[in-house]
């Protein structure tokens, strides 16, 4: 209902007056023309809605960033305006061959009031990657980093202050063309979109249950699974489906060619924790030249470092996830990712049968890692490797 409002009111384009319109100077590559919209929502309005806490990506707001590619002038024509629809003919491309990619990022409020990112340059990187894979113009970083602040900048009043609340950032990218032919399109957009978001599950920190899906495979070596790209995520849909008729709440895939390594869960990585000789390991599945390699991932190969335990990127098969949970080897196991930071694992389901992770309650490492990530993230912890992108000043 109130998100029903809040789009109905974002999809009216404004006409802005001469006071609205400025630019955001991008040194020497492009300029960030803003067109704030007249129908943005009033102060009450947008505390009565973020405070509705709508499920994530349900909410969104006011403004967007849109730019256009062609062969002849290349990324051109930045703009944060008013949200509102694309209008496309039926045979734009991406509707027919899905050349279509996007990350997910996060802007988190500071103590101080002002706004930074987090490892938004890892964001940047990856989108250049996934747009290779698709055979997409790459996005220069600073055009991708530009972008963000703007609409971080335009829409700050929408970052909730919370712990662990965030503005959600989605970058994508779409191929344009009216093409019906096989063949790449020579006309794309790129946008940013923002939601207010909390928890990404809706049961909070509660351990997830899974189910390992034999029927079905996420990607392959040589495929795009390294690329963040939508059929990877519609190709899943089907999997997950299956799994909440098993009773579980996400989709465990398993290597495309045996069927025995663990790859990823859902949209989200795996981490695995063991407990040998009273020391804790952290392992985690090596890229796999189908694996998604995640910010948060990456993140914490470091800072599980930092925190004293021994980790380690390596081949695990779910024969070795059941007897770990079996002989107590394995004492915990969480999912992680930019949407839903870490999120334990409780049960796993398979044919083979099932098996419970810690009792199927959330573990030590877990809930620490998840902390000290978020106190880095909103600026309450140091941050000795400069993760933190500030975006916008106090006061800006
Ligand atoms: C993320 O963690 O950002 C993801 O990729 C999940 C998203 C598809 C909601």
Not at 66 to 85: I, M, Q, S
Not at 127 to 140: D, N
Not at 253 to 259: F, K, R, S, V
């Amino acid at each position: 209902m109130n998100s029903a409002i809040n789009k109905c009111i974002k999809y009216e384009i404004s006409v802005p007056s001469k006071e609205e319109m400025f630019m955001f100077p991008v040194p020497k590559l492009c300029s960030i023309e803003r067109k704030l919209s007249r129908l943005r929502c009033s102060d009450e309005e947008r505390q009565r809605l973020m405070a509705s806490h709508a499920p994530f990506g349900e909410l969104f707001t006011d403004h967007m960033v849109v730019a256009e590619y062609t062969k002849a002038e290349g990324w051109h024509d930045f703009a944060v305006t008013a949200l509102e629809p694309f209008s496309c003919h039926p045979a734009t491309s991406v509707f027919h061959y899905g050349q279509a990619i996007f990350e997910g990022l996060k802007a988190y409020s500071q103590p101080d009031g002002s706004l930074a990112a987090f490892r938004v340059e890892k964001n940047a990187e990856r989108f250049i990657a996934s747009a290779q894979r698709m055979a997409m113009p790459p996005l220069p970083k600073e055009m991708f980093l530009a972008s963000i602040q703007a609409l971080v900048e335009t829409d700050r009043k929408w970052v909730p202050a919370g712990f662990g609340e965030s503005l959600y950032l989605r970058p994508f990218m779409i191929a344009r063309e009216s093409l019906l032919g096989t063949r790449p399109s020579s006309v794309y957009t790129f946008s940013v979109i923002a939601c207010p978001v909390g928890n990404y599950f809706p049961n909070g920190l509660s351990p997830v249950s899974v189910w390992v899906s034999t029927d079905y495979v996420r990607a392959v070596r040589g495929g795009t699974g390294e690329a963040k790209c939508a059929g990877n995520y519609a190709a899943s849909f089907l999997a997950q489906q299956q799994a909440r008729e098993q009773g579980c709440d996400q989709v465990v895939w398993l290597d495309a060619i045996e069927l025995k390594a663990i790859e990823e869960m859902g949209g989200m990585n795996l981490y695995f924790v063991f407990s040998e000789n009273g020391k804790k390991k952290v392992v985690t599945p090596a890229p796999s030249g189908a694996l998604l390699k995640g910010v948060t991932r990456d993140t914490l190969l470091t800072l599980a470092g930092d925190c004293g335990y021994h980790v380690e990127e390596r081949r695990i098969e779910l024969d070795e996830w059941r007897d770990g949970c079996a002989n107590g080897r394995i004492s915990e196991v969480f999912a992680c990712g930019t949407a839903a930071v870490i999120t334990p694992v409780g049960r796993v389901k398979s044919a083979r049968g099932e098996f419970a992770i810690n009792d199927g309650k959330s573990g030590e490492v877990t809930m620490l890692l998840r902390e000290k990530l978020l106190r880095i993230q909103h600026g309450l912890d140091a941050d000795p490797y400069s993760w933190r992108v500030p975006l916008v000043g106090v006061g800006d």
